[in-house]
Nanobody, 122 residues
Framework: QVQLVESGGGLVQAGGSLRLSCAYS????????MGWFRQAPGKERDFVAR????????SYADSVKGRFTIFRDKAKNTVDLQMNSLKPEDTAVYYC???????????????WGQGIQVTVSS
């Protein structure tokens, strides 16, 4: 059983920064690849970023590339998402998820956090 808890969301002005953190508990952390997804009202849940179980591979959605960075801390069992140069279109509920498949598809992820709101004002 894997539990994921997100923290760090909130309200920020356009151009600002936020750092989301996902605390992992359960089975061996390195077993799972970790991803961040987001869902805006009335839209599907979209891939944002992922990091491999070893922490050596990462990838990002084109919309956030160069602005967001995903970090995996094996000592703390956390996965953080540093978000810089935020835009109003980044407003969404952000979810942390765990998968045994290194995938960008939400359906591949087995465990999900409860989600956390990020709002970027213009």
């Amino acid at each position: 059983q894997v539990q994921l808890v997100e923290s760090g969301g909130g309200l920020v002005q356009a151009g600002g920064s936020l750092r989301l953190s996902c605390a992992y508990s359960g089975r061996t952390f390195s077993t799972y690849h970790m991803g961040w997804f987001r869902q805006a009202p009335g839209k599907e849940r979209d891939f944002v970023a992922r990091v491999s179980g070893s922490g050596t591979s990462t990838s990002y959605a084109d919309s956030v590339k160069g602005r967001f960075t995903i970090f995996r801390d094996k000592a703390k069992n956390t996965v953080d998402l540093q978000m810089n140069s935020l835009k109003p279109e980044d407003t969404a509920v952000y979810y942390c998820a765990a998968s045994r498949t290194y995938s960008v598809r939400p359906a591949s992820y087995e465990s999900w956090g409860q989600g956390i709101q990020v709002t970027v004002s213009s």
